[in-house]
Structure formats: C-alpha cells, structure tokens
C-alpha cells in the first residue's frame, strides 16, 4: 500500500484553502435540544490487498513467485447522511444520538504481461485435480484485471458530554474535550474481480471471483474542538470551528468467496468450468480519525468539510493453487488469507438544523 502521508497532506491543504475563503464573523455553536440532519457527497479512496492470480514457475517445476495482476489503491464517489439528536439526560450530561452511514464505489482495471525467459508464465484452474493437468503454460500473456469495489457503513451512537461553549473570535484555547461515546457498526467490503488470462499461441483463460466481507461489532470514540492559530495567538479563526473525534472497534469479519474458472479444451485436457465456495471469520480492530471544518452561513445550517481516515486490521486476500516451490510435489490450494486495508473519505456536507429554535447564533452585523 502507498504511504498515507501523501493524503494527510491533501487534505490539510484543503482545510486550509476551505477556511481560509470564509469570512470572519461569530463562530457557530451547537445547540442541544435540535435536530439535525447533515447529506453530502465527495470522494473515497480505498487501498485494498493485490490480487495474484498468476504466477511465474522454474525450470524445475515449482511455482517460484506469483505476479500482480491488481494493487487497488484508487478513487471512486461516496455519498453520506447522518442525524443528531438530543435524546435527555444522564444526570446532568447531556445523551446525544447519532445515526450515520455511506456508500462509496471504487472501480480499478490493471493490465499487466508475462514473457517466459528463464521462468515460465502459468494460470491454473482454482481447484487442484490431481493427475489431471491443472496447469496453463504460455511463452507470454496478458492479464486484464476489473475489479469493481462497493463499500458501505451503517452505525449508531449513543454520546455523552457537555455542549461545546460559545468560542471565542481568536481562540485561546489548543483542544477541549466535548463528549465519550458507544456505539454499534456494520459495514461491507463487497468485491466483484475479473481477470482474463490471453496468451500467445495458447487457450484463453477467464477466471472471476466475488469476495465479500461483512464487519460487524462495536465502537468507542471521544471528540472534541481544536484551535491551533487561536492558542498560537495568530488572530482570528475565520468564523470557524475545527473538530476531531477518534474511534476504535473490534468486528466480526465474516468473508464469503465465490470463484469461477473457465478454459476451453486442449490436446491435453478437456474444458474446464470450475467453481469454488470458501467462507471465514476473524476478528478485526477498526480505527478511525475524523477531522472536521465546519462553517456558518446562515441561523439555521451550515457546510462542513470533513475528512475521515480509516485503517481496518483484516481485509481478505485470496492465494490460489500452485506447485509449492518449497515442498517439492505438493500443491499449495486456494484459501482465504489476510492482509490490512485503509481507506480515506472527504465529503462536503450540508448542515440543516430542525425545531423552533436557531441551530447557530447570528452573524456579526
């Protein structure tokens, strides 16, 4: 995967470019006791585990090293809703719940060759059959790889804490706490792949695969405001709050595979139209960073800036079958393995507050 500090830089770039467009006026302020409802869209980067699905083989006959027919580490659309609401008491702190969710799509195609030389080009079927020839030589190949993404969240949260006071025009202040809070969350990782094998002089090879992964579990996050330039003493803050809420979370990742192989018949074997079904579940640690701008145009909404940064412990990575090069005789077969997954979402949101009371204070005249 690409080191992340690229797209930390990004979007610290376009916070500032967001604030730094706004005009100066009474900052917002949340009021308790509203609703409110926040739609938007923008862009979802995903970085997911490779796809190697054909590999390379020694003069001897041992699979010797597989070759990236996919790195998906790409943008798509996402668009996102959520409400909030104060729901009472507890004591005297305030409960507030929060129900979220998004959808994003990422699609990637890779093409990629193979040309034999000292190693040889293979594909094999999914399924080892022994004395059978599973295997597919060519002197070269072309891989075409799809591989279309749909990612997808849906929780709810229970937050616990005081309303943030009135801020003040230049701050004075680096961080201050706002609210802990609990939470359930299910999300997917839906993956449909399709990989076709085309070489020189030989058989086409199409093979495809879904692979679906299903998170489910529970969450704690805390949040708060934060105000670098005002607690520098380097002015005004543009009319502006800036806000930053962390969670962590242990899910149930539940993944199911289905994988297709199709090849026409040969001198040496019949056609093949092979399929395979696998499932697993494991445990898996989510943590996220949501950084926020959040800026008033009006009593009642505002448009905020937000960017999330998600890193999950566990995302699904398939190994297929091949001639083990360390045990000579064995074949390794297809299984579910593991790798990690990171992703990064920034949205511009529309903030609408309903009821009867104004959601922020009136601008400076």
């Known amino acids: 995967m690409r080191d992340p500090i690229r ?17 100066a006026q009474t900052p917002v302020t949340a009021t ?23 590999f390379l083989v020694a003069p001897g006959g041992a699979a010797v090293r597989t070759q990236k027919n996919s790195d998906l580490d790409d943008y798509g659309g996402v668009v996102v809703g959520s409400v909030e609401s104060l ?74 804490g005081k309303a943030p006071e009135p801020m003040p025009d230049s701050g004075g202040y680096l961080f201050r706490f706002a609210y802990w809070g609990i939470g359930g969350d299910v999300r997917g990782i839906d993956q449909d792949n399709r990989i076709h ?36 003493g380097m002015g005004s803050n543009w009319g502006i709050r800036s806000m930053l809420s962390l969670k962590a979370g242990v899910y149930n990742a539940d993944t ?23 499932s697993d579940d494991e445990v898996a640690f989510i943590g996220s960073a949501t950084f926020e701008t959040r800026k ?22 398939m190994k297929y079958v091949n001639a ?16 990690d997954a990171f992703e990064v979402r920034t949205t511009l949101r529309l903030n609408i507050g309903l009821g009867s009371a104004q959601l922020y204070e009136p601008p400076l005249k």
């Open 296 to 317: 008033q145009f009006g009593p009642r909404t505002s448009l905020s800036l937000v960017t999330d940064y998600e890193y999950y412990s566990f995302a699904p990575q």
């Open 324 to 339: 083990d090069g360390t045990n000579p005789g064995t074949v390794n077969v297809t299984h579910i393995a593991d790798d």
């Open 32 to 54: 308790y006791g509203n609703t409110t409802i926040s739609v938007g869209g923008g862009a979802q980067l995903l970085s997911l585990p490779d796809i190697r699905y054909t």
């Open 87 to 160: 729901l009472g008491y507890w004591g005297s702190t305030p409960v507030t719940g929060v129900v979220s969710g998004f959808f994003a799509n990422v699609e990637d195609t890779d093409r990629k060759h193979c040309t034999s030389g000292r190693l040889g080009c293979f594909a094999e079927d999914i399924v080892d059959h022994p004395g059978q020839g599973d295997s597919y030589g060519f002197n070269s190949f072309t891989t075409n790889t799809n591989r279309d993404v749909d990612y997808w969240g849906a929780n709810g949260e229970f937050r616990f």
């Open 197 to 232: 094998v085309r070489g020189n002089g030989n058989v086409p090879i199409d093979y495809s695969e879904t692979l679906d992964t299903t998170y489910a579990g529970a969450f704690l996050s805390i949040g708060g405001e934060y105000n670098i330039l005002g607690y520098l």
């Open 256 to 278: 199911d595979y289905n994988g297709h192989f199709q090849a026409p018949a040969t001198p040496f074997r019949g056609a093949r139209n092979t399929r395979l079904g696998l």
């Open 7 to 23: 797209l930390v830089a990004a979007a610290v770039v376009s916070t500032a470019a967001f604030a730094a467009s706004a005009q």
